[in-house]
């Protein structure tokens, strides 16, 4: 699987915007999706997450309720919307495909593929 991210770019704070993530390979179906950020000087952490398993998404505490993760099968993409951004959203946002047989989506090393990132940053 390859994965293809783009969306990124500037944005006021309170405003919106909607990552994509197109994925090649006609396995995309069977994995699992995250999204994670890697904010300057930081480590990488775990934004979002649909486990293949059951479909369940799951948020870190700090987006919850402004974003939302969702995929096209159909159009091998995964998307993720956010709205009401925040300075501290401001960060490199990798997608990434999580395994299929993995349980813990907020888990980095559960995720057998990474795109390349695209930069949002957000404005005060």
């Known amino acids: 699987v390859q994965l293809q991210a783009s969306g990124g770019g500037l944005v006021q704070a309170g405003g919106s915007l909607r990552l994509s993530c197109a994925a090649s390979g006609r396995t995309f179906r069977n994995y699992g999706m995250g999204w994670f950020r890697q904010a300057p000087g930081k480590e990488r952490e775990f934004v979002a997450g649909k486990r293949w398993s059951d479909g369940n998404a799951y948020y870190v505490d700090s987006v919850k309720g402004r974003f939302t993760i969702s995929r096209d099968n159909a159009k091998n993409t995964v998307y993720l919307q956010m709205n009401s951004l925040k300075p501290e959203d401001t960060a490199v946002y990798y997608c990434?495909?999580?395994?299929?047989?993995?349980?813990?989506?907020?888990?980095?090393?559960?995720?057998?593929?990474w795109g390349q990132g695209t930069l949002v940053t957000v404005s005060s």
């Open positions: 990434a495909a999580h395994r299929p047989m993995g349980w813990n989506v907020k888990d980095l090393h559960e995720y057998d593929y």
